[in-house]
């Protein structure tokens, strides 16, 4: 493995106090993903990590750092100690930051983060090495956490910046400082937290906070805030991508139930390229990537190219197909992940998705193939949850479903909301759902599962792929 702190370094860095003859190849604050050879934070929240010391260095930590001892851990274990651990994995941050050659892109929005980070990762690693910010810890760490790991050496540099309330998101900019940085999209999200939508777009615009003179603003340029967002972008230099009329623009979407087809201009130039997944969603995030690539001087022929590998994180929005008789291939439900985030708008836009999708006929015990829905709760939306989940019956892909399951005390409002013909299944929660699942579907039907990771819709996803023999959907 490739030294990425010496303890020199990280003593210096930190201003802590102990030993440092030892040298770590990686940084970690949760020993259920710490490798052997990393340094162990030992950060306070939710549970204290100086009660999980003792184990890290069972798993092969180098060293920990720590504000005060340990139990369990023996005498000659590597102690850096610190009045505040998490200050110390910021001063780790940003002496990894002072020290990195990277050219560096922060992302964040309340819709797309996690799709444009994955294109961003996709189009720079074929240009290069990138570092791309994994697993999602409490915001205040993520950020320190992939700057700390960032190799020094590394090309290129993608991170993800979140909010959960006001303030987030501007210093963890500052200390990111990278030279492009985007809002995918604004959508309502913690309201409980923020209050309307504006206030969560100004959170959002502060992530141009950090951008310094040459650096440049990425945002949807057809958000119903942009104006806003474009008011925040500060000394970055303001770059809209959309629909026609912004800097970057789609000219034609085409979708198929496989593939996405995207005719795009930015900059004078014309570029024709595709994803392997169906989506237009996915062609608007892939449009805000390829304007940060550009904006980063790679080989934008390569970058597009190189797209069409991309694919979707399990939970948002990856297809399968479930094989429910294994010696007739026919016999089939198309399975449309999407249960690990959800909002009004990215539910509007999954509801696009399934309804370019077609079912087939003739191969269950319905005669006529169906498009099928079934939806839990979106969370943090405020007082006006309620009003959100029900107006949902208004949704014009909705209308094209033909039948709409709901689970969780929200989604009763929409159920409530329906037609006859379109209502199905509601349930107090996706657990109770489980039970019916088998009869809610048959052979030929496409459906989408939809909602907040904490409404635990996952599990109807589950209980569907238990129907039958899991089928990767081929390109």
């Known amino acids: ?35 052997k050879g990393d340094l162990f934070v030992a950060l306070k929240h939710i549970a204290d990590g100086h009660d999980y010391v003792a184990e890290a260095f069972e798993k092969g930590a180098v060293a920990a750092i720590v504000c005060q001892a340990p139990t369990g851990v023996s005498d000659d274990m590597r102690l850096v100690t610190v009045p505040d651990t998490l200050r110390a994995l910021r001063d780790l941050a940003r002496a990894a930051r002072f020290r990195a050659k990277a050219q560096i892109v922060a ?8 799709s444009t980070i994955g294109m961003l990762r996709i189009m720079l690693s074929g240009q290069g090495t990138c570092h791309a910010s994994q697993a999602s810890y409490v915001n205040q760490w993520d950020v320190p956490l992939s ?9 290129f540099a993608v991170i993800k910046i ?19 940085a985007i809002v995918t999209r604004v959508a309502p999200e913690h309201l409980e937290a923020f209050g309307s939508i504006t206030a969560i777009a100004h959170e959002k615009a502060s992530i141009f906070d950090g951008l310094g003179k040459d650096g440049v603003a990425i945002f949807h340029g057809d958000d119903e805030t942009a104006v806003h967002l474009r008011a925040g972008t500060g000394e970055g230099l303001p770059t809209s991508f959309g629909k026609a009329g912004n800097d970057w623009a789609l000219r034609n979407v085409r979708l198929s139930r496989d593939v996405t087809v ?6 004078g130039q014309d570029y024709l390229f595709k994803l392997s997944v169906p989506g237009r969603h996915f ?17 934008t022929v390569t970058a597009t190219l190189d797209l069409a590998h991309w694919a979707p994180s399990t939970g948002r929005g990856t297809r399968e197909r479930i094989v429910l008789d294994p010696a007739n291939d026919g016999e089939t439900i198309e399975l449309l992940d999407d249960a690990f985030n959800a909002n009004p708008t990215s539910v509007d836009t999954s509801l696009e998705v399934i309804a370019a999708s077609e079912p087939h006929d003739n191969v269950g015990r319905i005669i006529k193939g169906r498009r099928v829905v079934i939806l839990g709760d979106m969370g943090g939306l405020g007082a006006g949850a309620a ?34 013909h379109q209502r199905g299944q509601w349930a107090e ?47």
Do not use: F
Request: glycine letters at 10%; charged letters at 20%; one cysteine or more.
């Open 283 to 299: 062609a608007v995030n892939a449009l805000g990537a390829l304007a940060a690539v550009t904006a980063m001087g790679v080989d």
């Open 387 to 420: 009003q959100l989940h029900g107006a949902l019956a208004q949704n014009c892909h909705l209308q094209k479903m033909d039948q709409v399951h709901c689970a969780g005390p929200l989604m009763y409002h929409l159920w409530r909301a329906l037609p006859q």
């Open 262 to 267: 995207i005719l795009a201009n930015g900059q």
């Open 429 to 475: 929660s996706p657990a109770d759902l489980v039970p019916q699942v088998s009869r809610m579907l048959d052979a030929g039907d496409v459906v989408l599962v939809k909602g907040s990771a904490g409404s635990k819709i996952s599990l109807v996803v589950d209980a569907i792929r238990k129907l039958g023999h899991r089928r990767p959907q081929e390109e």
């Open 1 to 35: 493995m490739i030294k990425l702190w010496t303890g020199e370094d990280v003593v210096a860095a930190i201003g802590g106090h102990g030993p440092d003859d030892w040298s770590a190849t990686g940084v970690s604050v949760d020993t259920r993903t710490l490798r």
């Open 107 to 114: 992302v964040t929005g309340s819709v797309g983060k996690a």
């Open 147 to 155: 700057l700390a790991t960032l190799p020094p050496d590394a090309d």
């Open 162 to 180: 979140g909010a959960r309330r006001p303030g987030d998101i501007g210093p963890l900019s500052q200390l990111v400082q990278p030279h492009v």
